[in-house]
Every structure is written in C-alpha cells, then in structure tokens.
C-alpha cells in the first residue's frame, strides 16, 4: 500500500515557475515507478511525466517536453515536478501516481494516486 500527498500548487503568472512536490508513505518506495498528471474538469486525465524507481528513466508530454523536469528523491521518498515557463494553458489539478512500470503509469491505469494539486496559472 502507497499513500501520496501533493503539495506545491497554486496561482502564478504566465511564464512563471511552481514546484509540485509528491510525498509517499508505505514500503518500498523506491520500487515504484511515479508519474504526474493533469485533469480539467470536464476532460481526461491527462499524461504529463514518468520517472522510473531508479531515476534513469523519463518520459514527458509534447506539450511540456523542456519546461517540465521530474525528479525524485528515494531517501526521502518524494517525487517533484519543477515547472518552468508556464503558460495558461497548463491550468488544471495535477496528480502523482505511482505503480511498479512504466507502462502502467503512463498508461493512466497507475494502483496508486494521490487526491490532487491545483496549479492555476493566470495570463
């Protein structure tokens, strides 16, 4: 069992930075492959990054490919998603989600997620 807790939203201005910080209980942390999504309301969760267990491993959309950077942090079991240049259109509640491959957590269909942090930025 995993529990996550996102942390960091909040109101920006366009072109502007937020770091969302992801913090994970339960065992074996560093097995588990973390990943960030977007939702806004009234559409699909949305893919933003994966990082493997290890950290070798990333994945990001198109649509934040150079602005968004993903990392994580086994000894303190957190994973973060530094956002840079941010634009309206990055509006939405972002996720952290973590499952034991790449494939599930891309795939949105992750065991475990967190409740949510909202990221409202203003142009």
């Known amino acids: 069992q995993v529990q996550l807790v996102e942390s960091g939203g909040g109101l920006v201005q366009a072109g502007g930075s937020l770091r969302l910080s992801c913090a994970a209980s339960g065992r074996a942390f560093s097995s588990y492959t973390m990943g960030w999504f977007r939702q806004v309301p009234g559409n699909e969760r949305e893919f933003v990054a994966v990082?493997?267990?290890?950290?070798?491993?990333?994945y990001y959309a198109d649509s934040v490919k150079g602005r968004f950077t993903i990392s994580r942090d086994n000894a303190k079991n957190t994973v973060s998603l530094q956002m840079n240049s941010l634009k309206p259109e990055d509006t939405a509640v972002y996720y952290c989600?973590?499952?034991?491959?790449?494939?599930?957590?891309?795939?949105?269909?992750?065991?475990?997620w967190g409740q949510g942090t909202r990221v409202t930025v203003s142009s």
């Open positions: 990082i493997s267990s290890s950290g070798g491993v990333t």
């Open positions: 989600a973590a499952d034991r491959t790449i494939t599930k957590v891309r795939s949105a269909t992750a065991l475990y």
